[in-house]
């Protein structure tokens, strides 16, 4: 008996030390990063500009190219989402094809391996859209058929929709139906009971698919390779059509391409741990959020 | 027609219960305000409602009573098809709004809601104010106009659902601050706001406490002056007090409709009477 | 009729109004959806467009088909014949896939040998050892661990992992399949672990007391009759674990060496397939043969993803029907 006893107990410490390890292996990873990134964390460092071949200044037109890119995205994708997830929630008959075809697609989206989608954004965006746009208002003078700002926004935008997407309906499904039966008994159409009932109530879950697409568009790089990042530009990006910096892609470069790794060091564990604050910090509020949503919804019923 | 009336006659508690009505009321056959005519409803195979015929008068309370699963909600659901969402469900018979059909194709639903409002069982205000609440019929409706010609629908409204005085200093409230019964009373004046001509009221009072309940019923003699009601009501002694007609439905079929006064003393169902003496159900 | 009645019926313009816009939302809402639809299919075509010259045109064909991206070519020299040789960029160009798929399988074997016990194990404990405050803290730190930036792994990887490795090896190489392979299974420890949890979550309370009430122990309930009863879902998150990795490009472009070397040495360098395409593509000249096989490359990858991913959520909308009666 106290043989098995011993037992049971080892294997349930193999399992709390399965956790331990994860746990390990996160700290590891955060606390060297905070570690060596934390001195060249000064406001200068964040509203300069690199100097000195990436050895010196700052990083700040990185951070202006990934919140632009950010912006446009979101732009793009938010409404986008919410209407895809207003279809699955309110609209979708589930027995009809429609339905399980547009599900298959997005459950799809989300598995498409990031650099595809960097492919995608060079094949369609660049070279196919950007070319006849090209074409058609520039007389053929190569404006936006190359990698542009608008092509990185439009392709993160669809990485991050199904981000978005589930999101969204997990929170519309969480409305109670008697608020729509209330509203329908009233004579309001379905655009009415939706727009001002159901999606009011849906807020919570539309702010936590926006932070964790745009946590997922300052992190992303495989995607906005040949979309439209750069590396060193001498001035701000201005129009949809000049390519960028970007956080994610800066990182990469500085850890691959730079003459003198050990001369960048600084600089680049500074970088990172901008960027890994930024989407730890978007995270949390995310999680927060859809905590109280979830707690929320637990209580109503 | 067979006659047990000894039986009920036995029961003194039930009859004291029942009021004797003014006699002007209208004869069980005449055509009200809404009817029903072979009304069935079926979810895919199955039978909710039974072939039921019976007409809603104006200014009266009918109370339709049944034990559980016996289709009065279902059959109250489509009056103001509000069933219509409901995957796998068909409609056959007529149901009648002031002599049109309102299962012919291209009534308009939305119009149909507005002039048929309904009460649910548990009370569902909007997590939104308690003015926006009551508002909230009106401007979807186009109904809202002015600032001034708002206020006073939803004063109207208030007043008539008896929560005027109650909440009359703290309109910008979130309604879910309310008590049941004031949420209840809350959404009786929210479906009043829109002046339907008929209102359908689902066991409002099912989820209340008895005083709560006493303030509702009390509230639906006033307001029959104004409209018609059809009340589902699994509370016999509800029924018996409150309302002018009575049905009785058992598995989706009609058994039963009299004055309420005559289908409580004098069943003239036995099973009618089998109900209301608290055998079965 | 009480009181004040100041506004009358509702205008019957407003009602016609109502219903052309309801109309109009409700054709722009499927228009989205199909939108949804359209992506995905354009994704395909847009990729697989500039990977079909691979298949049909002579021209691409002169230096590489099919039978050359698959098949063992006669490379190299009859005393060191090498078979399968990944060289774009050489005077004689050799466009053997083989080495980019044996690279990509080499990390991920690595990847799924330390995520899958690792995330099994971690949600075993979650799901029937863990009281509730550890297991509520628990999920936020595996979205945490989720939501690191896979360039930030690399860079981790790049800069720190790989001296660590070597140094703790012995290894000749700093980059190489080990390193890329542990940085890329700490990212795909939190899809095998919620996917995992959510498995044996749904197996019914009524399983565990039985199996107590028999007088089993803890472990001894979870290990036979929780677990064997969550496996589907298990072998789910695997799957798309697995599918997660093959598909993951920073990590494996920032820590593996990205050289294309076909051996089963876990302590040298790889290249992936999709470390070949981000590598290269830079480089590549608009419609020439490199530039129509790395789009090959990219389709090849989508379709084993999306098959994996089919897969892998087939069985997981299975699980969840059985659940709760709904269908994700």
Redesign the interface.
Same mark, same amino acid.
């Given at each position: 008996m106290n043989r098995? &006893?011993a037992?049971?107990g080892v &294997?349930?410490l193999?399992?709390?030390?399965? *956790?331990l390890? /994860? =746990?390990a292996?996160?700290a590891v *990873?955060l606390g %060297?990063?905070a570690y060596h990134g934390w001195e060249r964390l000064t406001w200068q460092f964040l509203t300069d500009q690199p100097r000195a071949g990436m050895t010196e200044g700052g990083i700040f037109p990185a951070i202006f190219g990934t919140v632009l890119l950010v912006l446009l995205m979101t732009l793009v994708g938010v409404p @986008?989402g919410v209407?895809?997830a207003?279809?699955?929630s309110?609209?979708?008959?589930?027995?009809s094809r !429609?339905y399980r075809? $547009?599900?298959?697609? *997005? %459950? +799809?989206?989300?598995?498409?391996?990031? /650099?595809?989608?960097?492919? !995608?954004g060079?094949? &369609?965006f660049v070279?196919?859209v950007g070319g006849a746009i090209d074409d058609a208002a520039y007389a053929g003078r190569l404006t936006f058929g190359q990698p542009a700002l608008i092509w990185a926004a439009l392709t993160m935008a #669809?990485l991050t @929709?199904p981000v978005v /997407?589930v999101s969204v309906e997990e929170a519309l499904r969480a409305v109670?139906q008697?608020?729509r039966?209330?509203?329908?008994?009233?004579?309001? $159409?379905?655009?009415?009971t939706?727009f001002? #009932?159901v999606l009011p109530?849906a807020l919570a879950g539309v702010l936590t698919g926006t932070i964790l697409a745009v946590?997922r568009g300052?992190?992303? =790089?495989?995607p906005i @390779?040949?979309v439209g990042a750069a590396y060193f530009l001498p001035h701000l990006p201005t129009h949809l059509s000049d390519q960028f910096m970007h956080l994610?892609y800066h =990182?990469?470069v500085l850890? $691959?391409q730079s003459p003198d790794v050990e001369a960048t060091?600084p600089i680049?564990y500074a970088t990172?741990f901008v960027? @890994?604050g930024l $989407?730890?910090l978007? +995270?949390?509020v995310a999680?927060a959020i859809r905590?109280r949503l979830r707690l929320a919804a637990a209580g109503a019923r | 027609m067979n006659s047990s009336a000894a039986s009920a006659r036995d029961y003194p508690l039930l009859k004291t219960q029942v009021q004797a009505r003014a006699t002007d009321a209208p004869a069980p056959k005449e055509a009200g305000k809404m009817g029903v005519e072979s009304l069935t409803v079926l979810y895919g195979a199955r039978v909710a409602v039974n072939a039921v015929s019976m007409q809603f008068h104006s200014n009266l309370i009918t109370a339709i009573i049944g034990p559980s699963g016996c289709g009065k909600s279902t059959l109250l659901r489509a009056l103001n098809r509000m069933n219509d969402s409901i995957p796998g469900i068909k409609v056959e018979g007529k149901v009648l709004l002031d002599g049109a059909e309102v299962y012919a194709p291209g009534t308009d639903v939305i119009q149909l809601r507005r002039r048929v409002g309904m009460v649910f069982q548990q009370p569902n205000p909007f997590p939104k104010s308690i003015y926006d609440n009551v508002a909230y019929g009106l401007r979807v409706n186009g109904m809202a106009g002015s600032r001034a010609d708002l206020d006073s629908n939803i004063e109207r409204a208030l007043r008539q659902a008896a929560l005027w005085n109650d909440v009359k200093d703290r309109l910008n409230r979130n309604a879910l601050q309310l008590s049941g019964g004031e949420q209840q009373r809350l959404c009786i004046a929210r479906a009043l706001a829109v002046r339907p001509e008929v209102l359908l009221m689902d066991e409002p009072a099912s989820a209340l406490d008895p005083v709560s309940t006493a303030k509702i019923e009390e509230l639906m003699f006033e307001l029959k002056k104004d409209y018609t009601i059809v009340i589902v009501t699994h509370n016999m002694q509800q029924a018996a007090r409150c309302s002018d007609f009575t049905a009785f439905l058992l598995t989706g079929s009609l058994i039963e409709f009299n004055p309420t006064a005559s289908l409580f003393t004098t069943p003239s169902d036995e099973r009618t009477e089998a109900y209301i003496t608290g055998r079965f159900g | 009729m009480s009181s004040t009645a100041t506004t009358g019926p509702v205008p019957a313009d407003n009602l016609a109004r109502r219903r052309r816009r309801d109309w109009l939302v409700e054709r722009l809402i499927y228009v989205a959806a199909l939108l949804a639809i359209l992506v995905i299919a354009l994704i395909f075509v847009f990729v697989g467009k500039e990977a079909l010259p691979v298949l049909t045109s002579a021209e691409v064909q002169k230096e590489t088909d099919l039978s050359k991206l698959f098949l063992p070519q006669q490379y190299g020299t009859p005393e060191v014949p090498l078979p399968y040789v990944w060289q774009p960029v050489s005077e004689v160009p050799k466009y053997s896939l083989m080495p980019l798929l044996l690279g990509t399988l080499k990390v991920t074997l690595v990847a799924m040998l330390l995520a899958a016990p690792l995330g099994i194990l971690a949600a075993i404990f979650a799901t029937e050892f863990a009281p509730n405050w550890l297991r509520e803290s628990l999920k936020p730190l595996i979205e945490l661990l989720a939501g690191i930036p896979s360039v930030v792994l690399g860079f981790f990887a790049l800069i720190v992992l790989a001296t660590w490795v070597q140094d703790f090896l012995d290894l000749d190489y700093r980059l190489n399949v080990i390193t890329a392979g542990i940085a890329l299974g700490l990212a795909v420890v939190p899809i095998i672990f919620t996917i995992s949890e959510d498995a044996l979550t749904a197996v019914p309370r009524s399983y565990r007391n039985a199996s107590a009430a028999l007088g089993a122990s803890r472990w001894q309930t979870a290990w036979r009759v929780v677990l064997p009863a969550a496996l589907p879902g298990v072998f789910a998150g695997i799957v798309l674990g697995f599918g997660r990795a093959v598909g993951e490009t920073m990590i494996v472009l920032m820590a593996s060496g990205n050289a294309a070397i076909t051996s089963w040495n876990f302590t040298e360098p790889v290249r992936t397939l999709s470390a070949s395409v981000a590598a290269e593509l830079a480089e590549v000249v608009f419609g020439d043969t490199h530039y129509h096989v790395l789009f090959f490359i990219g389709t090849l990858l989508f379709v084993i993803t999306f098959v994996l991913n089919w897969l892998g959520t087939a069985v997981v909308n299975r699980m969840r029907r059985r659940l709760t009666g709904a269908e994700r």
């Open positions: 098995r &006893f037992i049971d &294997f349930i193999l399992t709390g030390l399965a *956790v390890m /994860i =746990v292996m996160v *990873v %060297n990063i @986008l209407c895809v207003i279809y699955f309110e609209y979708a008959d589930r027995t !429609f075809w $547009t599900r298959q697609a *997005v %459950n +799809n989206l989300a598995g498409v391996p990031s /650099i595809v989608f960097g492919l !995608f060079l094949g &369609f070279q196919f #669809v @929709l /997407i109670p008697s608020y039966d209330a509203s329908a008994a009233l004579g309001a $159409t379905r655009t009415q939706i001002r #009932v109530n946590g300052a992190g992303e =790089v495989a @390779l040949f994610g =990182v990469f850890s $691959t060091k680049l990172v960027l @890994l $989407t730890f978007l +995270n949390l999680i905590t | - | -």
